[in-house]
């Protein structure tokens, strides 16, 4: 009696073609990241203070912001830097915009993300000014999470269509953001008689 392999070599090399075209056209399954418990904590914290905003909730400062956290304005402007601590965004920041809305910004979040203890949000503002102009703004906002509250936060804006609300009162504004404003508005002005000199200088041939 002759006893013969269970597949001969040319069965084993075809299964073996089928098992890697298989593992080359099937791409492997990755098992989602863990979520933590702290980012999960810190993205519903943030999702509900801005659900209450937009439910016309007036205390988000208060209820988010850590009372001596630090805030930066990313950009060039008179309303760019730092603010340390709640009360000094407060006050030179959110009062002076808010004081010159007919009513308060609503906001509309776009994206939310978490990770550990930072949270970003990407959102819309929008409102009407106290002149009856429209008062458009898209931002996104870093913020480092510690307790429960933010501690750190950098935030992004298109401070061009903020400072243009906010000059419409400048005269209240404290002695240092006034000389701030005169500055990027004489910086500003000679940005374009530069530019418009060198234009007249290339297109005509006049000397400035």
Known sequence: MTFTRSGSAAS?????????AGALLCPQVQAAPEVTAE??????????AFAA???????????????NMVWTIK????????????????????KLLSARLA?????????????????????DGETTTAHGKPYRNSYVWILRMQGGRAVEVTAFLDL?????VVRQGSSNWPDGQRQRLRFWQVRWLLQEYASGAAWMTSAHGFEA
């Open 39 to 48: 980012t999960q904590r810190n993205r519903q914290a943030i999702g509900k």
């Open 160 to 164: 061009v269509a903020y400072d243009r």
């Open 12 to 20: 084993l090399c075809s299964r073996s073609g089928w098992l890697l």
């Open 103 to 123: 009513s308060p910004i609503r906001p509309t979040v776009r994206n939310l993300w978490a990770d550990g203890s930072h949270v970003i949000v990407e959102w």
């Open 53 to 67: 905003w937009t439910a016309d909730s007036q205390t988000f400062f208060d209820d988010v912001l850590a009372p």
């Open 75 to 94: 950009g060039s402007g008179p309303s760019a830097g730092i603010y340390r601590g709640r009360q000094d965004l407060l006050e030179r920041a959110v």
